[in-house]
């Protein structure tokens, strides 16, 4: 799910009615109740696994079929698309340039294109892992330079371009398996880390389920995980402070988003497992906020958006509904 909040427009993807069933975006208008096209897409394209919101009317959307793809929202076209080495788990644009791309991929790399060019990455980096990377974000330090954050079942982490490799956050090492990350935005001075427990697995079947992308959970309450928050202490380092638990799915890799209040305040949100809803807190001291409207079936996937002029809004998806949110 993306949501472009200028415009008022959320992109889903999902998969068609019908005996192809062939993977399509749908675009929804948020305050026009017939407002839905449904955007038929390249038959390679596949399972869409994340997509960002870029500024200009552009879209950038990662996936299993091994590509990533520029989508423009006046003429629902792909108008530009990469071909990548292994499946798209995840993508982010750049708050620091707007020509700049990423693309977290199931084998743990992580690209970054610049899309005035159309053929290699401009840069091409190995994770500390070949799990897939399920969570990029770019953000910058009080100095104005550019941070990318990833996440997967790892940790999360923080890469340097100069270095070639990123590193792990300190600290967070064998925490469990991370499932989400969300990051303050533009600054980055604030991390959520969520983790689920670790199960200890065969290798062939650790293997298969680190290769295969991951089913809706079926109905129940979930597992006990946690929510580490991280603060930033200098540029490229962060200490751990508060943690609270939630129940958190046992299947799928989450999304969660952190919300600016005012007075230099944040919100955490996470679509909790036992709920089947959003759940907020108050950070850092992770004080249970409110609990927002539930729904029947599992939230899949939860995103914070902001326009330009102001307006603010948290979008959530479950296989049953969409529901936004304004936040004042």
């Not at 423009?72 to 698309?81: C, I, P, Y």
């Not at 340097?160 to 469990?176: C, F, K, Y």
């Not at 006990?224 to 958190?248: E, K, M, P, Q, Y």
Request: overall charge positive; hydrophobic content about 35%; some cysteine.
């Amino acid at each position: 799910m993306g949501i472009d909040a200028s415009s008022q427009i959320i992109l889903t993807s999902g998969r068609a009615h019908g005996v192809s069933a062939e993977h399509i975006l749908t675009k929804v208008s948020m305050f026009h109740g017939h407002g839905m096209e449904k955007i038929h897409l390249p038959p390679d394209t596949k399972a869409i696994r994340d997509i960002c919101v870029l500024p200009g009317g552009h879209v950038v959307f990662a996936s299993l079929g091994r590509k990533l793809s520029i989508f423009s929202m006046a003429t629902n076209n792909v108008v530009l698309q990469y071909d990548l080495p292994a499946p798209g788990w995840s993508c982010s644009g750049d708050y620091t340039t707007s020509s700049h791309i990423y693309a977290g991929l199931q084998n743990g790399m992580l690209l970054v294109f610049d899309i005035r060019q159309t053929s290699a990455p401009l840069h091409s980096s190995m994770g500390l892992s070949t799990h897939p990377v399920h969570t990029i974000h770019c953000a910058v330090d009080g100095s104005g330079s550019r941070k990318v954050f990833s996440a997967s079942s790892i940790g999360p982490c923080v890469w340097d371009a100069s270095e070639n490799r990123p590193s792990l956050v300190s600290g967070m090492e064998n925490q469990g398996v991370c499932i989400s990350l969300a990051c303050s935005s533009p600054s980055s001075d604030v991390l959520v880390a969520s983790y689920r427990p670790r199960v200890e697995l065969p290798d062939a079947i650790a293997t298969s389920q680190a290769s295969t992308p991951q089913s809706p959970a079926p109905t129940g309450s979930g597992k006990l995980g946690c929510h580490t928050l991280l603060r930033r202490t200098t540029a490229t380092s962060f200490a751990r402070d508060h943690i609270c638990s939630g129940s958190v799915s046992e299947l799928r890799m989450s999304k969660s988003a952190i919300i600016p209040c005012r007075d230099n305040q944040h919100l955490f949100a996470y679509g909790d497992e036992s709920l089947y809803g959003v759940r907020t807190w108050r950070l850092p001291s992770f004080q249970r906020y409110t609990d927002l409207k539930p729904h029947r079936q599992p939230v899949l996937d939860l995103r914070y958006a902001e326009s330009s002029t102001g307006e603010r809004y948290l979008g959530c998806l479950s296989a049953e509904k969409l529901q936004v949110f304004t936040i004042r």
